[in-house]
């Protein structure tokens, strides 16, 4: 893709915009990854998924992680949730060091992980329940959290009852019951069709707003990335190393209009070049024995 050089620079930022960050990165840090690198070793090769991967997130910060595939960014994302270990690293959340998974951390994956014999109700019960949490206690703030993914409606039915997205919907209510510090989403609207992602995004930011958590959310859509972001962290892969760390300078509330915005697609070109640097993009595939020629198929 040609640059459009008629868009802003992505780091012009507006009065609103660049004072909000400066208020941003004054907050805690709610998650500070210091030197991590991950090495997969196997008889025949030696594979550097992560190597010397550090940054920060601040309290309430949403930060998403893009790059392109098999840059590491669900090893980061594993790892960050204590469910791999590094080979050396540091991991902190409020400034404690963290190895293993606990009750901090949350997790919302990309497939559905609810209890398909469980309901709505009872999948969010069962975090807080096996945390010790009385059944009176943990039902009524289960409640609440359905009530916040808006699946009111729905407590006492099944996975297989709900769509792809109350899937979804129901597996950030679950995450959240377990009060997390830091939620991680490893590119949980990746399966959903456009338009369900386009509202989960919506929804996500709206739940963002009434909770008190930290997010980063793992994505390779840019503008997923854009629209839901504070900041974010690009990465390079083979092997996968911090590239950039990006302010989004869209004001928020965001919108769906906001696409549309110069800031928006400056700061998605700005990213999109660093993923696919000029002089690398996709070859066209090669002519297949057996394709059949036609003038109007192109
Ligand atoms: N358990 C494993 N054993 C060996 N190699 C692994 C293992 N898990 C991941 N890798 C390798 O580590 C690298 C990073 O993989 P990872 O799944 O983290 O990438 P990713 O950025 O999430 O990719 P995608 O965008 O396709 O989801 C890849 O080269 C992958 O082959
Ligand atoms: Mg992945």
Same mark, same amino acid.
């Given at each position: 893709m040609t640059a459009d050089p008629t868009l802003p620079d992505y780091r012009e930022q507006t009065p609103e915009v660049a004072a909000r960050f400066e208020r941003l990165l004054e907050r805690p840090v709610a998650l500070e990854v210091s030197g991590l690198t991950k090495r997969f070793e196997s008889s025949r090769n030696v594979v550097t998924a992560l190597d010397n991967v550090s940054f920060s997130v601040h309290k309430r910060e949403l930060l998403s992680v893009i790059g392109p595939s098999g840059c590491g960014k669900s090893t980061?994302?594993?790892?960050? @949730? $204590?469910?791999?270990?590094? %080979?050396?690293? =540091?991991?902190? *959340?409020?400034?404690?060091?963290?190895?293993?998974? $606990?009750?901090?951390? $949350?997790? *919302? /994956?990309?497939?559905?992980?609810?209890?398909?014999?469980? %309901?709505? !109700?009872?999948? *969010?019960? /069962? $975090?807080?329940?096996?945390?010790?949490?009385? @059944?009176?206690?943990? =039902?009524?703030? @289960?409640?609440?959290?359905?009530?916040?993914?808006?699946?009111? !409606? /729905? =407590?006492? @039915?099944?996975?297989h009852q709900l769509s792809g997205g109350m899937k979804q919907r129901v597996a950030i209510a679950r995450a959240l019951a377990n009060q997390p510090r830091v939620l991680f989403m490893d590119e949980p609207f990746g399966a959903l069709d456009a338009q369900t992602r386009c509202q989960m995004q919506s929804y996500l930011l709206e739940i963002w707003k009434n909770v008190d958590i930290t997010i980063v959310f793992i994505t390779h859509d840019l503008d997923e990335a854009v629209f839901l972001s504070d900041r974010i962290l690009v990465l390079d892969a083979n092997p996968g190393r911090v590239r950039e760390v990006v302010q989004v300078p869209v004001p928020r509330p965001r919108k769906p209009e906001q696409l549309f915005l110069p800031s928006f697609m400056g700061v998605r070109q700005h990213i999109d070049r660093l993923i696919h640097p000029p002089g690398q993009e996709q070859k066209e595939a090669p002519v297949l024995r057996h394709a059949i020629s036609d003038p109007d198929v192109i």
């Open positions: 980061l994302v594993r790892i960050l @949730a $204590g469910l791999e270990t590094p %080979t050396s690293g =540091e991991l902190r *959340v409020y400034g404690e060091p963290v190895s293993g998974p $606990g009750p901090d951390r $949350g997790m *919302v /994956f990309q497939g559905y992980t609810l209890f398909p014999w469980r %309901t709505v !109700k009872e999948n *969010v019960i /069962f $975090g807080p329940r096996m945390a010790g949490t009385s @059944a009176f206690s943990a =039902e009524s703030q @289960a409640r609440e959290w359905i009530e916040l993914v808006g699946l009111s !409606k /729905f =407590e006492n @039915a099944y996975p």
